[in-house]
């Protein structure tokens, strides 16, 4: 079973900065690909970046130039560096891998004020 936690979210103001990390669990948990998801209210949960164990990374077109995904294998830990939010940025923000989907952790709430 593999687990995910999110943590790091909070009530920012635009232009303002965020780091979100996840903890992942599971013995022989070593995804090719694992990415940042978020869900805004209303809305359906949409992948934002994602990253590939040879290194590249990809981004939604939203948050191109902005966001930044990395992840630190040793420590089973995902991060996605949130700079110059705007409010449209608002969601629960989740990882999981990519494209089989785990069950979803609880999430961390990103809450930007204009």
């Known amino acids: 079973q593999v687990q995910f936690v999110e943590s790091g979210g909070g009530l920012v103001q635009a232009g303002e900065s965020l780091r979100l990390s996840c903890a992942t669990s599971?013995?022989?948990?070593?995804?090719?690909?694992i990415g940042w998801y978020r869900q805004a209210p209303g809305a359906q949960r949409e992948l934002v970046a994602i990253t590939f164990s040879g290194g590249s990374t990809n981004y939604a077109d939203s948050v191109k130039g902005r966001f930044s995904i990395s992840r630190d294998n040793a420590k089973n830990t995902v991060y996605l560096q949130m700079n110059s939010l705007k409010p449209e940025d608002t969601a629960v923000y989740y990882c999981?891998?990519?494209?089989?989907?785990?069950?979803w952790g609880q999430g961390t709430q990103v809450t930007v004020s204009s």
């Open positions: 599971g013995s022989t948990f070593s995804p090719n690909a």
């Open positions: 999981n891998t990519y494209p089989n989907i785990w069950e």
